[in-house]
């Protein structure tokens, strides 16, 4: 069972992100002054200035931030104050390079950049902690120090580890988890191309071979001993903090990336998570973007992982400008009302404070082109004055905030799943393609859901307050996550299976049994063939009552058990006929196995055949272009219509509803203007 979350907003707050280290200090009260008549209360700051307090190795001075401070407090402005780390001083990383990080190659990630140091390094652990004391000891008591960020973005950039330090702390990790050579052996399948093992000291990270691929079982192993050194690191800092600071200061960090469990390191480390959203990265990093993709709104789906980490989380990083590093990435300036549109999605989906990265866009370094509320100049423009009126919207949201979001259904995840499908390319193209599938169709279907992430003490409970759980593809399978799932479908619960279901075991390996393996009980059924879609065939489809559904890149071929339903039937090749898709009674609850990855058209058609699809039907008729969110709190709804498009949309209100943001009664048909945003409360 995870535990509740430990710190929460009482009021829904706006923030922006602020570098006193890169501006002339005469700027600091006029920058201060200005952020508060843009309603802006709380700033972050510090997370990049190691040097600012030990320019040189082991000599602490705080005068800097000190005189910054004192200012925050006369101004009345609350702060976020951060652990440097994720910056190492040139003097550090030059006199000790066994704290820098390293490519598979063994070239060592130098002074310059950001991120360049490994989290193994007893040298860089100790530095690390003894700046994070220094730290707490100094302003852990200081009355404008509301929470502290450890670090920033902890795997961003780079999220793979081959130093020195970490090939041996690997070494240790495995022999923790193994304990014996013969274990280790089994478990990473070493009979095969004889990688067996016979003394310790030959296990390392995963290194340069002839053929570039890795053993999958080690690297499987190797990405959660990266999980785990992400989360000891992040942990220690935590701890020192703890013992210093006031009570009531909360700390958080600010992902969200891959390879660390987010939810343990949340747990074990964290009062609140928080999130940096960019919506625009859409454009930046494909310079072409499809009108009618998602692009902008895709941001959704990462804040409905970030939901199911922390469900009233922090967004420390809120995109205000067109984005840009000198080196890479373009991207226009948001639209009039886009910014807008973007901060309510954040609160849509959860968060209680939003903070715009950044005050006044850098006048140097890599980041020129990551434009902040402010331009070079410095003069009053049209992105702040968009930002004061957020902190208006802001004040009338107020009873939004602590609401909780509601959804229809759930999609299971996990993290044995997620990193095998990085690793095992077969496993990646059905994962992504059924994810985005769910995402799309949930999104035009105004069908919102959460996703649950499966831990290693996850309890039914926690399952069973969704009708539906979708599992695409558990792959990995193992005895007691078939028993959760059992428990699940025995109290009632609905559960939808994809293609390539439990035919691996923990290490990753593939197991001696019929498909779907561990899970043949509650699905009643055996998977006879399977094949990827031909690229020389039409493309595949199943046809359920006649309709046909695209049944995208990997099809299973199912022999349905006695008391299994067949729904659908593969329509294409030589299974042409067999069952595509069946439903199965377990308890008091049902299984569905879907043969295929999902297609959009498969998940519409399975939401609305399990009665999940448009919750919101008899309150709104909204176009597919518009995102509806709930949330809800004391028995209040509060719902978000948030349009993506540059033109007007639409809405057929079928009931009376109260606008939060212009305080009247709305029925009827209203147009919502491009790029523009509702709540309503439904009443
Ligand atoms: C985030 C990071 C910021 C800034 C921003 C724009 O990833 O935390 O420091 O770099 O992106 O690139």
Same mark, same amino acid.
């Given at each position: 069972?995870?535990?509740?979350?430990?710190?929460?907003?009482?009021?829904?707050?706006?923030?922006?992100?602020?570098?006193?280290?890169?501006?002339?200090?005469?700027?600091?009260?006029?920058?201060?002054?200005?952020?508060?008549?843009?309603?802006?209360?709380?700033?972050?700051?510090?997370?990049?200035?190691?040097?600012?307090?030990?320019?040189?190795?082991?000599?602490?001075?705080?005068?800097?931030?000190?005189?910054?401070?004192?200012?925050?407090?006369?101004?009345?402005?609350?702060?976020?104050?951060?652990?440097?780390?994720?910056?190492?001083?040139?003097?550090?990383?030059?006199?000790?390079?066994?704290?820098?990080?390293?490519?598979?190659?063994?070239?060592?990630?130098?002074?310059?950049?950001?991120?360049?140091?490994?989290?193994? +390094?007893?040298?860089?652990? $100790? @530095? =690390? !902690?003894?700046?994070? &004391?220094? %730290?707490?000891? /100094?302003?852990?008591?200081?009355?404008?120090?509301?929470?502290?960020?450890?670090?920033?973005?902890?795997?961003?950039?780079?999220?793979?580890?081959?130093?020195?330090?970490?090939?041996?702390?690997?070494?240790?990790?495995?022999?923790?988890?193994?304990?014996?050579?013969?274990?280790?052996?089994?478990?990473?399948?070493?009979?095969?191309?004889?990688?067996?093992?016979?003394?310790?000291?030959?296990?390392?990270?995963?290194?340069?071979?002839?053929?570039?691929?890795?053993?999958?079982?080690?690297?499987?192993?190797?990405?959660?001993?990266? +999980?785990?050194?992400?989360? $000891? @690191? =992040? !942990?220690?800092?935590? &701890?020192? %903090?703890?013992? /210093?600071?006031?009570?009531?200061?909360?700390?958080?960090?600010?992902?969200?990336?891959?390879?660390?469990?987010?939810?343990?390191?949340?747990?074990?480390?964290?009062?609140?998570?928080?999130?940096?959203?960019?919506?625009?990265?859409?454009?930046?990093?494909?310079?072409?973007?499809?009108?009618?993709?998602?692009?902008?709104?895709?941001?959704?789906?990462?804040?409905?992982?970030?939901?199911?980490?922390?469900?009233?989380?922090?967004?420390?990083?809120?995109?205000?400008?067109?984005?840009?590093?000198?080196?890479?990435?373009?991207?226009?300036?948001?639209?009039?009302?886009?910014?807008?549109?973007?901060?309510?999605?954040?609160?849509?989906?959860?968060?209680?404070?939003?903070?715009?990265?950044?005050?006044?866009?850098?006048?140097?370094?890599?980041?020129?082109?990551?434009?902040?509320?402010?331009?070079?100049?410095?003069?009053?423009?049209?992105?702040?004055?968009?930002?004061?009126?957020?902190?208006?919207?802001?004040?009338?949201?107020?009873?939004?905030?602590?609401?909780?979001?509601?959804?229809?259904?759930?999609?299971?995840?996990?993290?044995?799943?997620?990193?095998?499908?990085?690793?095992?390319?077969?496993?990646?193209?059905?994962?992504?393609?059924?994810?985005?599938?769910?995402?799309?169709?949930?999104?035009?279907?105004?069908?919102?859901?959460?996703?649950?992430?499966?831990?290693?003490?996850?309890?039914?409970?926690?399952?069973?307050?969704?009708?539906?759980?979708?599992?695409?593809?558990?792959?990995?399978?193992?005895?007691?996550?078939?028993?959760?799932?059992?428990?699940?479908?025995?109290?009632?619960?609905?559960?939808?299976?994809?293609?390539?279901?439990?035919?691996?075991?923990?290490?990753?390996?593939?197991?001696?049994?019929?498909?779907?393996?561990?899970?043949?009980?509650?699905?009643?059924?055996?998977?006879?063939?399977?094949?990827?879609?031909?690229?020389?065939?039409?493309?595949?489809?199943?046809?359920?009552?006649?309709?046909?559904?695209?049944?995208?890149?990997?099809?299973?071929?199912?022999?349905?058990?006695?008391?299994?339903?067949?729904?659908?039937?593969?329509?294409?090749?030589?299974?042409?006929?067999?069952?595509?898709?069946?439903?199965?009674?377990?308890?008091?609850?049902?299984?569905?196995?879907?043969?295929?990855?999902?297609?959009?058209?498969?998940?519409?058609?399975?939401?609305?055949?399990?009665?999940?699809?448009?919750?919101?039907?008899?309150?709104?008729?909204?176009?597919?272009?518009?995102?509806?969110?709930?949330?809800?709190?004391?028995?209040?709804?509060?719902?978000?219509?948030?349009?993506?498009?540059?033109?007007?949309?639409?809405?057929?209100?079928?009931?009376?509803?109260?606008?939060?943001?212009?305080?009247?009664?709305?029925?009827?048909?209203?147009?919502?203007?491009?790029?523009?945003?509702?709540?309503?409360?439904?009443?």
């Amino acid at each position: 069972m995870r535990q509740a979350q430990k710190h929460r907003w009482s009021a829904l707050t706006m923030g922006t992100c602020y570098y006193p280290e890169q501006w002339e200090e005469g700027l600091w009260q006029s920058d201060l002054v200005r952020m508060k008549q843009a309603g802006v209360t709380v700033i972050r700051v510090a997370e990049f200035a190691w040097s600012k307090f030990e320019a040189e190795e082991g000599v602490f001075t705080f005068d800097f931030f000190d005189r910054f401070l004192a200012l925050c407090v006369q101004e009345g402005m609350q702060v976020i104050f951060s652990t440097p780390t994720a910056t190492p001083p040139a003097w550090l990383t030059e006199k000790y390079p066994e704290t820098l990080n390293a490519t598979r190659e063994g070239t060592l990630y130098r002074h310059g950049g950001r991120r360049h140091y490994n989290y193994n +390094s007893p040298v860089y652990r $100790r @530095f =690390c !902690a003894r700046v994070t &004391e220094q %730290l707490a000891l /100094h302003y852990g008591q200081h009355p404008a120090i509301i929470g502290w960020q450890i670090d920033n973005e902890l795997n961003c950039e780079v999220n793979e580890f081959y130093s020195e330090a970490d090939d041996i702390a690997f070494r240790a990790w495995v022999r923790d988890r193994h304990h014996t050579l013969d274990a280790l052996n089994q478990a990473w399948g070493t009979a095969f191309w004889n990688q067996t093992y016979t003394d310790w000291e030959q296990v390392h990270v995963p290194r340069p071979n002839a053929i570039n691929a890795v053993n999958p079982h080690l690297h499987l192993d190797y990405l959660r001993f990266v +999980s785990d050194s992400t989360i $000891r @690191f =992040c !942990a220690m800092q935590a &701890e020192i %903090l703890r013992r /210093h600071i006031r009570p009531g200061c909360f700390i958080t960090t600010n992902g969200m990336f891959g390879n660390v469990d987010n939810h343990r390191m949340t747990d074990e480390a964290l009062d609140v998570y928080s999130y940096d959203s960019y919506p625009n990265f859409a454009f930046a990093l494909n310079r072409t973007v499809d009108p009618d993709a998602l692009n902008d709104r895709a941001w959704s789906k990462h804040l409905t992982s970030v939901r199911a980490i922390c469900p009233h989380f922090m967004i420390m990083e809120q995109q205000s400008g067109g984005n840009g590093w000198s080196n890479r990435m373009e991207a226009p300036a948001p639209r009039p009302g886009q910014l807008t549109l973007w901060a309510m999605q954040s609160i849509a989906h959860g968060a209680d404070y939003l903070s715009f990265f950044r005050w006044r866009t850098s006048i140097m370094g890599t980041e020129i082109y990551w434009h902040g509320i402010l331009d070079y100049d410095n003069r009053d423009n049209r992105r702040l004055r968009e930002v004061k009126r957020v902190g208006d919207m802001i004040r009338r949201l107020q009873p939004v905030c602590g609401a909780a979001h509601r959804a229809s259904f759930g999609v299971l995840r996990d993290y044995d799943n997620e990193w095998d499908a990085q690793i095992d390319v077969w496993h990646g193209r059905v994962q992504e393609q059924s994810i985005w599938a769910i995402f799309e169709a949930a999104q035009h279907t105004h069908t919102p859901y959460d996703e649950v992430w499966l831990g290693r003490d996850t309890e039914a409970d926690e399952l069973a307050k969704y009708p539906v759980l979708f599992y695409p593809h558990a792959v990995i399978m193992t005895e007691v996550r078939a028993r959760l799932l059992e428990a699940y479908v025995r109290q009632g619960g609905t559960l939808v299976l994809g293609c390539r279901t439990a035919y691996k075991d923990e290490t990753g390996k593939c197991v001696m049994q019929p498909q779907p393996g561990l899970l043949r009980t509650l699905t009643g059924t055996d998977v006879t063939e399977f094949t990827f879609a031909s690229p020389a065939e039409e493309a595949p489809y199943a046809l359920w009552d006649g309709e046909r559904i695209d049944t995208p890149v990997f099809l299973d071929i199912l022999n349905p058990g006695e008391d299994t339903k067949v729904l659908a039937r593969h329509g294409t090749s030589y299974f042409m006929g067999e069952a595509a898709l069946t439903e199965h009674a377990f308890g008091a609850g049902r299984v569905l196995h879907w043969g295929a990855a999902l297609s959009v058209a498969a998940v519409r058609r399975l939401l609305a055949y399990l009665g999940a699809a448009e919750p919101f039907r008899e309150v709104i008729d909204a176009p597919e272009t518009v995102e509806l969110v709930l949330r809800e709190k004391e028995g209040r709804q509060y719902l978000f219509v948030l349009n993506y498009k540059p033109q007007e949309a639409v809405l057929r209100l079928r009931r009376a509803v109260k606008s939060l943001l212009h305080s009247g009664v709305c029925e009827g048909e209203i147009a919502l203007q491009a790029y523009g945003v509702e709540v309503f409360e439904v009443i």
